[in-house]
């Protein structure tokens, strides 16, 4: 059964940075689509951030400059550098992974807290 298990996320100080990170264990698929979504207190769940296997990234509009989005292949495992946090980036982060090619497959992470506070 796969598994998405991400890290990196944490409380940091509007400004500073972190690095989440996801990696995906228990079969063999590659994945066409990574990506991160987060989801903030009484709002839908939105996309931040994805890269495609060949390696083209789409950000939302509001962390585009800021987070970086980027995945090693080999190691199934997709990171998102977030520079330049402010208190309304502060949400819970789910990783994705996803194929559109046969067979079809879409997973999700359990999530991780990110807080911009001072």
């Known amino acids: 059964q796969l598994q998405l298990v991400e890290s990196g996320g944490g409380l940091v100080q509007p400004g500073g940075s972190l690095r989440l990170s996801c990696a995906a264990s228990?079969?063999?698929?590659?994945?066409?689509?990574m990506g991160w979504y987060r989801q903030a207190p009484g709002k839908q769940r939105e996309l931040v951030a994805t890269?495609?296997?060949?390696?083209?990234?789409k950000y939302a509009d509001s962390v585009k400059d800021r987070f970086t989005i980027s995945r090693d292949n080999a190691k199934k495992t997709v990171y998102l550098q977030m520079n330049s946090l402010k208190p309304e980036d502060t949400a819970v982060y789910y990783c994705?992974?996803?194929?559109?090619?046969?067979?079809?497959?879409?997973?999700w992470g359990q999530g991780t807290q990110v807080t911009v506070s001072s």
């Open positions: 890269i495609a296997s060949s390696g083209i990234s």
């Open positions: 994705n992974a996803n194929r559109v090619t046969y067979p079809l497959r879409n997973y």
């Open positions: 228990g079969n063999s698929f590659s994945f066409d689509n």
